[in-house]
């Protein structure tokens, strides 16, 4: 299974249709997943145009992105991977300690809210930020996450969109 792993587009102030970077690999995936902040349901319904997408509610999100369906937390399990999704997962110290606790069974726990690429494990769970593609702040670049899951394991990359 092929997963785009998307947050923080902030549509339409970063947002203004889908880069073509990005476009380039949801031409090719079987689902997508956005840690939040949307801003706008039509982000959802753009992506939705190329895969199905899973989506949570993010601090900038409106009551149009709840409409959608988007949840603030979502667990779900993707070709026998367990994972859970959170827009905002607390401070740095602790977070993974703290993302064990909140989602004890997730084998990864998806994020977003910092803008900041992460992808680390420790505390017995892996948590997973893919940055954002269009609002990068102070990194060197807008990235995505690219994810293979193959029977529950999961080969994921964050890669540069601008």
Known sequence: MRVVVLSDTHAPRR????????????????????????CTADVLDELSAYAPVHAVLGNNDGPDVAAWGAPETLE?????????MIHDSGQ?????????????DADVVVFGHSHIPMDTT????????PGSPTDRRRQP???IGLWTIT??????????VT
């Open 15 to 38: 947002w203004r249709g889908c880069p073509p970077a990005v476009a380039a690999h949801l031409r090719d995936t079987d689902l997508i997943l956005h840690a939040g902040d949307v």
């Open 76 to 84: 779900l399990t993707l070709n026998g991977l367990r994972v859970a």
């Open 92 to 104: 740095a110290t602790g977070r993974t300690a703290r993302m064990r606790r909140r989602f004890p």
């Open 122 to 129: 420790a505390d017995g769970v892996r948590i997973f930020n």
């Open 141 to 143: 670049h807008g990235t």
């Open 151 to 160: 029977d529950g394991r999961l080969d994921a990359r964050i890669i540069p």
